[in-house]
């Protein structure tokens, strides 16, 4: 049960706060479900939705720093969502909106011939594509740098001309390297944190992502760095060959 709800920044909470206190107040959490990169926090009436950003944390019981964009006073405990850039989002909901409706199938859900056929209607570069949210839900630029030097594929590969082989092999990439990055609980590069506090590991598994001019751990050639999309993205020119 949510007991009581604060709210404080405007760029992480666009709508009204007065309403959206009054929504969350005395509304018991029914279930707690992801979808991609967003949280979805089903109340006995109406939805709390929470995206974590590029900084965002949600933290149990944790410390009130200045950062602090929302407290959830909850009968067992207090719920924070942390955030230092305020590009996350947190938001009540009397019902899921559509733009949020429109968030593609999730990256450890979507099946191989799902993610061909999505590949095969778009002819932008692979990259920013699997990227976009409503392409498939849950990669971030960490794990799409990752996952494409996994499967030895060039960032800038046009989607739709990927092979049938070299498709379901990133298909399999994406999976894998999900699935590791959560059982080492996350990267934490600067300042993300779990729920408990505790920092994230998966860092040091990073193959290229934030190794510019360090060797390939494959072949031993530099790393590079591009913008691709308005985004630093990092590959190895030998092994990720156009």
Known sequence: MIQHAEVFSHR????????TVKGLTGKAIQRVRRAGKQIF?????????IHLGMTGKLLWNGPRTKYAR?????DNGTLIFDDIRQFG???????IPDF???TGPDALTVSAAEFLARLKRHTGHIKPLLLNQTFIGGVGNIYADESLFA???HPRTRANRLSKLRAEELHRQVVAILELAIQHRGSSISNYVDADGARGHYQQQHNVYGRKGEPCPRCGTAIRRIVLGQRGTHYCP???RP
């Open 12 to 19: 992480v909470t666009r709508g009204n706060f007065a309403p």
């Open 151 to 153: 499967a030895r594929i």
């Open 100 to 102: 949020l409706a429109r």
């Open 70 to 74: 929302a407290i959830f006073e909850l």
């Open 41 to 49: 926090m089903d109340l006995n009436r109406g939805i709390l939705y």
């Open 89 to 95: 989002r947190v938001e009540y909901f009397p019902e």
């Open 238 to 240: 030998h092994c990720q």
